[in-house]
């Protein structure tokens, strides 16, 4: 789902996404689930206007289309150098990730962030405070090369059929 948001004035870009897991007896690969990550990843660099990207994506923040999809996007992860917020299973103590993530672009200044208490979900809730600043900082925008935009542009031609 995508909605435009104002805010003070000016149009923010949210993205929720839940794209279907990878499972073993119905959905052996993740196909799918890649390209449309990495659509969405394509939409926002292209938009160029303050952007969060938020959901269930079914894949950990350490996989390599978790990575394709920030070099693709341009947008940050607020987790890094925080730590890993692992989000499921609400359920389990002994075996949890980070399958829950919140995405933004440069134009967000983080101010918290907090993987919440239980609510009865298989799922924690993160709780994620942005302020929108007034200007974009790419700095730690990760480099995309060619190769990578290539790959991309196959796995969503791959996913999409």
């Known amino acids: 789902m995508k909605q435009n948001i104002k805010l003070d004035n ?3 870009k949210l993205y929720a996404i839940h794209p279907e ?3 073993p007896s119905q959905n052996p690969k993740s196909t799918a689930r890649d390209a449309e990550i990495l659509l969405v990843g394509q939409k926002t660099k292209a938009d160029q206007m303050p952007t969060i990207v ?3 994506l079914n894949d950990v923040a350490w996989s390599y289309t978790s990575e394709l999809f920030l070099k693709i996007s341009g947008l940050l992860d607020p987790r890094r150098g925080r730590g890993l917020f692992s989000s499921f ?12 993530h919140v995405f933004c672009s440069g134009h967000f200044r983080l101010q918290k962030m907090k993987r919440m208490g239980s609510i009865g979900s298989d799922h924690f809730p993160i ?6 600043a007034k200007t974009d900082d790419d700095s730690d925008e990760l ?4 190769e990578e ?3 991309s542009n196959e ?5 999409t059929d």
């Open 149 to 151: 935009k290539e790959l």
């Open 155 to 159: 796995k969503i031609e791959y996913g």
């Open 127 to 132: 709780l994620l405070q942005l302020h929108l």
């Open 143 to 146: 480099e995309v090369t060619e």
């Open 10 to 12: 000016r149009l923010i």
């Open 54 to 56: 938020a959901g269930d």
């Open 21 to 23: 897991p990878p499972v």
């Open 89 to 100: 299973h609400a359920k389990h103590w002994y075996a949890r990730w980070p399958l829950d």
